[in-house]
């Protein structure tokens, strides 16, 4: 399925499970394991792998998934330690060339870009996914606190302003309330924007925005498949066979 057409094909929320493996090996492994799972999306955790220096290796063992993958959309994120990625070795420098060669050489569908990401760097990613027919998903993490209302809403309205094909924003709740305030900005902000948004209120207490989100119209929700890259992921099994009933 394209892109074009993932989003807008009558059943949603999209299930996306994230790949974390350190190695090629466990890499390929994990997506094998997967994939008779048949997720929507698979995104690659690349902050966790090993040779994440060397963007030739990083191509190469992209290259391999989307091998084993076949037709399930893919996913490049490199989540950064300021939001919740696994801490990086790389300079500003050699993350961007990372992400622009990412964008240049993997037969990915979807590219996700921080909106703390500078702007420059952003338009760049972009114009240069795009021309490969892929799309970005403009995202923003806080996994202290759930910001208020006119933050959130701010968060996915810069997406949109900044070319994002795909808002995606993630949260942590201190209370069942902010998970409520979470999925009311979903719906209010799902309907204001032409394109879809992804909202998740992470930890125990927003597993109900990973099961009910689809309902207030966040596009895409993530399950576990072989590890979890956040907390309050379900398990893919569990998660379809709960959005069976509640869809």
Known sequence: MSPHTLFDHGRLPLICVPLVAKTRANLLADAAAVVPQRPDVIEWRVDHFADIESPDLVVAAGSALREITGDIPLIFTLRSSAEGGHP?????QAVEALRLAAADQLPFEFHDVEM???????????????A????????AHDFKVTPNDDALVSLFS????LGADVAKVAVMPQSPEDVLRLLAVTK??????????????????GV???????VFGSAMTFATGAGESAPGQLPIKELREILSQVS
Do not use: C, K, N, W
């Open 158 to 161: 810069r997406a949109h302003q």
């Open 188 to 205: 209010r902000m799902s309907q204001a924007l032409p394109i879809p948004i992804v909202s998740i209120s992470m930890g125990y207490l």
């Open 208 to 214: 109900m925005s990973r099961i009910f989100g689809g």
């Open 88 to 92: 990086l070795s790389l300079s500003p």
């Open 132 to 139: 490969r027919s892929g799309r970005v998903i403009l995202s």
């Open 116 to 130: 703390r990401s500078p702007d420059s760097l952003t338009s760049e990613l972009i114009r240069r996914v795009h």
